[in-house]
């Protein structure tokens, strides 16, 4: 009997959680209300106080509301709570400056939403904006304001939080079976502890393949076939844009623990965690090491990359990058500093020449200089340069960040307690902090040198 009543709970709780989901209308709100814009390519516009319309993208709903709805007060105004049981209370609202109204139904939220006017005729808080859409997305919108705290995000159950790890191409077979044996024994240790909350991690794994145009796409069907809630390890180099594109899409939460070019362009992409600025930072920092070394007009660089994708972007922004600073690029033969952007070893020179590689593009393993006294070479490292303490610290930045989210954990409560992180110890050469505006973890960048 105790067997039988066990099943029955376990087949009532699959039942609620399969409930829970959104369905493909509200999953096109929850893209406008977390993201500004349609899944249908409308555009979505707003305004603030009958200022000119801005895209919608730069002032979504969650921005002030929160992604649970309930609204995040800052400086000095306190957005209202608009889940649908607080919008439709049957006696109506009074709000802190003495406005009040009846409830809220379908027709009079659209027009809130569309003309800044609540269910009394008062006009709103001119700190909300008007926004501009389609009948069909105010409706998507609508359809999804009315799920907000009661949908169940993919890869979560009662006893489980299923997380996603994406593996670089099998070109790095060494790195991906190194991940791999460090996130399975971490955990393994985790829920050997039990678990997070009583929920155990179960942790699927996906391999990028070799061609960059192929890895978003891989990344989508692993996220819908697996019903991730959240990616603990992200390998994105490659295909940073777009697989950044992918997870914010699908609203899934990830720290990316591979990515040479960061996304943090605006509007920020709020779903994508790095544990480091990447290429830009470390080729900043060799910049301003290098300069140190050949002071004015005695820095004479030159750039050698390779074909690569990632090899080509680096050179392409280091070039923009001397340009803003009136470098002028010099000629291999009589360059006094080297930016080496290629995988395999710099090759020693009969004068004294200075190597410097930026530590994303290094991988698992360092460079092996032939023998010569001529060459000095300077690496310049983020966050973690070793792949097992790269995915080790995104491990325990997750798994961090699903204790804060606490017992009622949502993919929104996971990406404010992410947000929350101040100066988080991890094992790396610096802690790291996110915020709201924030997306990269630790700007720390070490120049070192390099012994043959």
Same mark, same amino acid.
């Given at each position: 009997?105790?067997?039988?009543?066990?099943?029955?709970?376990?087949?009532?709780?699959?039942?609620?959680?399969?409930?829970?989901?959104?369905?493909?209308?509200?999953?096109?709100?929850?893209?406008?209300?977390?993201?500004?814009?349609?899944?249908?390519?409308?555009?979505?516009?707003?305004?603030?106080?009958?200022?000119?319309?801005?895209?919608?993208?730069?002032?979504?709903?969650?921005?002030?509301?929160?992604?649970?709805?309930?609204?995040?007060?800052?400086?000095?105004?306190?957005?209202?709570?608009?889940?649908?049981?607080?919008?439709?209370?049957?006696?109506?609202?009074?709000?802190?400056?003495?406005?009040?109204?009846?409830?809220?139904?379908?027709?009079?939220?659209?027009?809130?939403?569309?003309?800044?006017?609540?269910?009394?005729?008062?006009?709103?808080?001119? =700190? $909300?904006?008007? *926004?501009?859409?389609?009948?069909?997305? !105010? +409706?998507? /919108?609508?359809? #999804?304001?009315?799920? @907000?705290?009661?949908?169940?995000?993919?890869?979560?159950?009662?006893?489980?939080?299923?997380?996603?790890?994406?593996?670089?191409?099998?070109?790095?077979?060494?790195?991906?079976?190194?991940?791999?044996?460090?996130?399975?024994?971490?955990?393994?240790?985790?829920?050997?502890?039990?678990?997070?909350?009583?929920?155990?991690?179960?942790?699927?794994?996906?391999?990028?393949?070799?061609?960059?145009?192929?890895?978003?796409?891989?990344?989508?069907?692993?996220?819908?076939?697996?019903?991730?809630?959240?990616?603990?390890?992200?390998?994105?180099?490659?295909?940073?844009?777009?697989?950044?594109?992918?997870?914010?899409?699908?609203?899934?939460? =990830? $720290?990316?623990? *591979?990515?040479?070019?960061?996304?943090? !362009? +605006?509007? /920020?992409?709020? #779903?994508?965690?790095? @544990?480091?600025?990447?290429?830009?930072?470390?080729?900043?920092?060799?910049?301003?090491?290098?300069?140190?070394?050949?002071?004015?007009?005695?820095?004479?660089?030159?750039?050698?990359?390779?074909?690569?994708?990632?090899?080509?972007?680096?050179?392409?922004?280091?070039?923009?990058?001397?340009?803003?600073?009136?470098?002028?690029?010099?000629?291999?033969?009589?360059?006094?500093?080297?930016?080496?952007?290629?995988?395999?070893?710099?090759?020693?020179?009969?004068?004294?020449?200075?190597?410097?590689?930026?530590?994303?593009?290094?991988?698992?393993?360092?460079?092996?200089?032939?023998?010569?006294?001529?060459?000095?070479?300077?690496?310049?490292?983020?966050?973690?340069?070793?792949?097992?303490?790269?995915?080790?610290?995104?491990?325990?930045?997750?798994?961090?960040? @699903?204790?804060?989210?606490?017992?009622?954990?949502?993919?929104?409560?996971?990406?404010?307690?992410?947000?929350?992180?101040?100066?988080?110890?991890?094992?790396?050469?610096?802690?790291?902090?996110?915020?709201?505006?924030?997306?990269?973890?630790?700007?720390?960048?070490?120049?070192?040198?390099?012994?043959?």
């Amino acid at each position: 009997m105790t067997s039988f009543r066990g099943i029955l709970l376990l087949l009532l709780t699959a039942s609620l959680f399969a409930q829970n989901r959104l369905t493909p209308q509200e999953e096109r709100g929850r893209r406008i209300f977390e993201r500004g814009d349609s899944a249908s390519g409308q555009p979505i516009t707003a305004s603030l106080n009958g200022e000119d319309h801005v895209a919608a993208s730069i002032l979504p709903c969650s921005n002030c509301h929160g992604h649970d709805g309930q609204g995040k007060p800052e400086g000095g105004v306190v957005p209202s709570n608009i889940t649908w049981d607080a919008l439709t209370k049957p006696y109506g609202v009074t709000h802190p400056d003495g406005r009040s109204h009846p409830p809220y139904t379908e027709r009079l939220l659209k027009r809130a939403i569309t003309m800044g006017v609540d269910p009394a005729g008062h006009a709103l808080n001119n =700190a $909300m904006p008007r *926004f501009q859409l389609s009948l069909a997305d !105010a +409706s998507d /919108l609508v359809a #999804y304001i009315k799920r @907000l705290g009661q949908a169940v995000d993919p890869g979560l159950t009662a006893d489980a939080v299923g997380l996603g790890v994406i593996l670089p191409a099998s070109a790095n077979a060494s790195t991906s079976q190194i991940v791999r044996r460090v996130l399975l024994d971490y955990f393994a240790r985790v829920n050997g502890a039990g678990g997070v909350f009583g929920r155990r991690i179960e942790v699927t794994f996906t391999e990028l393949p070799l061609n960059p145009a192929q890895q978003a796409g891989t990344v989508r069907d692993f996220l819908g076939r697996e019903q991730i809630f959240a990616v603990v390890c992200g390998s994105l180099t490659g295909a940073e844009a777009e697989i950044a594109a992918v997870l914010r899409d699908t609203g899934t939460p =990830a $720290m990316a623990t *591979f990515a040479a070019f960061p996304q943090t !362009a +605006s509007p /920020l992409n709020p #779903y994508v965690f790095y @544990l480091d600025g990447g290429i830009p930072e470390e080729a900043d920092a060799l910049i301003d090491f290098a300069l140190k070394e050949f002071p004015g007009p005695s820095f004479h660089p030159a750039i050698v990359a390779s074909d690569d994708g990632v090899s080509r972007q680096a050179a392409a922004w280091l070039r923009t990058r001397l340009a803003k600073s009136s470098i002028v690029e010099a000629p291999l033969p009589s360059a006094n500093a080297v930016f080496w952007l290629r995988p395999d070893s710099p090759r020693s020179s009969d004068r004294q020449t200075m190597f410097l590689i930026p530590g994303s593009l290094l991988g698992a393993s360092s460079p092996l200089l032939p023998p010569g006294a001529n060459t000095q070479v300077f690496v310049a490292q983020g966050a973690a340069s070793p792949a097992a303490d790269r995915a080790r610290a995104s491990a325990e930045l997750m798994i961090e960040g @699903l204790k804060r989210a606490g017992r009622n954990l949502t993919r929104a409560t996971l990406l404010e307690a992410l947000e929350g992180f101040h100066r988080v110890e991890t094992g790396l050469h610096a802690p790291v902090s996110f915020g709201p505006n924030r997306r990269v973890g630790s700007s720390d960048v070490r120049v070192t040198p390099r012994q043959p």
